[in-house]
């Protein structure tokens, strides 16, 4: 166990408790947890809750440039990056995962100290994405989010392999 990484979570969760949380919701669930779970076996449960959460996914307060870009409520493809200054990056997560270009941005955002004016189009298939990048970023992200746990799987992230355009000399014609 990483007592470290463990308490950074600890924070992260009660932050976001405190800051993001629908009060109504977090209601009900107190109330069916003091009904089902036994007084002595409450921090018990909420401690293996919590053990289950650490070792799948870091959580990470949302940082002051994550909050403002949620403010703004741009919409996520609308920055595109010249050719010469971006790197196409591949995401192996898609739409089958529900995944959307804002919650992409939000993800390389806070794991990352890249900026939204460094991320350019992102393109989201069934299976996986493709992000464009500052190529200046295109490292960072990638050590950042390889190997993530998010939405039940773990993250492959590499460059994109450049498309192939076949010719009509390689086709035989």
Known sequence: MDKEKAKRNLNAILEKMNDDTDIAALHEYHKLYRKEISLFKRSWAAAWLFMYYDQRETPRAESANIREYKKADKPAAEISL?????KRLFISIGKNRRLFPREVITLIMTKTKTQREEIGNIRILDNYSFVQVKDTRADEIIDALSGLRFR???????????KVVETDEENGA
């Open 82 to 86: 010249s050719e010469e200054e971006s």
């Open 152 to 162: 039940g799987r773990t993250l492959t992230v590499n460059y994109a392999k450049p």
